[in-house]
C-alpha cells in the first residue's frame, strides 16, 4: 500500500468512527454521540451490527501494517464496546462515554504519522495557498501535524 493510500484508508475510518460515535450532538449539552448509541438500544442485535462494522476497522489496520500489539488493541476496545453495549441501559451510558470506534481510529492515525513522511501526510485544502516545501535536506521534525482535514 502507498502512503497516500494509507492516508486515505486512516481517513476512511476516522469518517466511519465520527458516524459511529460522535455524529450528532445533545442540544443544551456537550455530549456527542452516534448510530454505535442509536443502534446499541436494540438489545443484542445493535451492538453486533456496529461492533461488525467496526471489524473494518481492524482490516485497515491489517492494510496499513499496524503491529500486532495495537491489533490487538483495536480488537480488545471492539470487543469491551459489544459485551458492555450487552447490558441494557448500563451498557448505552457506557457506551456513549467508551467510544470504542474513535478510539481505534486514533491507534490507526498514531500509526500513520510514526510510519508515513510528514510531507506526504499533509495536502493543502484548495482554499488553503501551496506552501514551497523545504529540500528534504533542510525538512526538521516540526512538520505540519496530521489534522484530520488537512
Not at 451498557?91 to 510510519?115: S, Y
Request: proline residues 9%; charged residues 25%; aromatic residues 6%.
Amino acid at each position: 500500500m502507498t502512503p497516500l493510500e494509507k492516508i486515505h484508508a486512516v481517513e476512511r475510518a476516522e469518517t466511519l468512527a465520527i458516524w459511529l460515535d460522535a455524529r450528532f450532538r445533545l442540544p443544551g449539552t456537550g455530549l456527542r454521540f452516534g448510530f454505535d448509541a442509536i443502534l446499541g438500544l436494540v438489545p443484542g442485535l445493535g451492538d453486533t451490527i456496529t461492533a461488525l462494522i467496526g471489524l473494518y476497522m481492524l482490516r485497515i489496520g491489517r492494510q496499513i501494517e499496524l503491529s500486532r500489539h495495537d491489533m490487538g488493541r483495536m480488537a480488545a476496545n471492539l470487543v469491551w464496546d459489544w459485551l458492555i453495549g450487552l447490558v441494557p441501559l448500563f451498557g448505552d451510558g457506557v457506551d456513549l462515554l467508551f467510544r470504542a470506534h474513535l478510539r481505534n481510529a486514533a491507534i490507526l492515525r498514531r500509526h500513520l504519522q510514526k510510519t508515513v513522511p510528514a510531507s506526504r501526510r499533509r495536502r493543502p485544502s484548495p482554499d488553503e495557498p501551496e506552501q514551497p516545501r523545504p529540500h528534504p535536506s533542510r525538512q526538521t521534525d516540526d512538520s505540519p501535524p496530521l489534522t484530520r482535514y488537512g
